[in-house]
């Protein structure tokens, strides 16, 4: 069976040793591009599986090889980005393999989808708990953060609660998350707001 991207990036991982993946987990702390990586997630990943789940996530199939790179080589690992790189296919930093197991991506402009349509979304979305459930699943919000968005008299005080906190908080990756679970669970006012 071919190895996925996430199996390369736990033979990287293993490969670094314990020192180096804590710098890599230090350097993936402190980045500064969108989606960052909560610490306490970071903290969460015990080893070299954890650390590719939690990369693939955050970063998706599209972006995790450059991503990835991007650390090794700040870190000074420049074997493992050269193995990285060669075993993934990856070309440049700019642009990574096609994966058509990626998951889907709200349209690309400047704004994002969430962005854009917040005002509609609070007023229209009424599902709100199961939305919640999908975005705990995903590791988007923490139990404490759940509860505390459930706890919310009516859908619009929810949503404003969900965007101005996890979703917030969570960057890119939070609306990335946010805009998958509301295509699956709200298609048809997604279509309407003029999802792709």
């Known amino acids: ?77 420049n074997e493992q980005a050269k193995e990285l790189r060669e075993v993934t296919g990856h070309t440049d930093t700019c642009g990574s393999v096609h994966d058509p197991t990626a998951r889907p991506r709200p349209p690309s402009n400047d704004k994002h989808f969430i962005d854009s349509n917040r005002k509609e979304l609070i007023q229209r979305v009424n599902n709100i708990d ?4 999908e975005l705990y699943e995903k590791e988007i919000i923490e139990k404490e953060e759940y509860n505390l968005i459930r706890a919310e008299k009516t859908p619009q005080s929810k949503m ?27 298609f048809h006012l997604m279509k309407d707001l003029g999802a792709k």
Do not use: W
């Not at 199961?130 to 459930?133: C, G, K, R, T, V």
């Open 160 to 186: 404003r609660a969900l965007f101005d906190g996890p979703i917030n908080s969570a960057g890119t990756a939070g609306k990335d998350a946010l805009y998958e679970v509301l295509m699956k669970l709200q």
């Open 130 to 133: 199961a939305i919640l459930d």
């Open 1 to 77: 069976m071919e190895k996925t991207i996430k199996d390369h990036l736990i033979d990287i991982f293993d490969d670094l040793g314990q020192d180096n993946q804590k710098k890599f987990k230090n350097k993936l702390c402190d980045r500064s591009k969108e989606p960052r990586v909560r610490r306490g997630k970071i903290e969460k990943a015990k080893d070299s599986l954890d650390l590719a789940d939690l990369m693939v996530i955050t970063f998706t199939s599209k972006d995790v090889v450059s991503v990835s790179l991007e650390i090794l080589e700040a870190i000074g690992c």
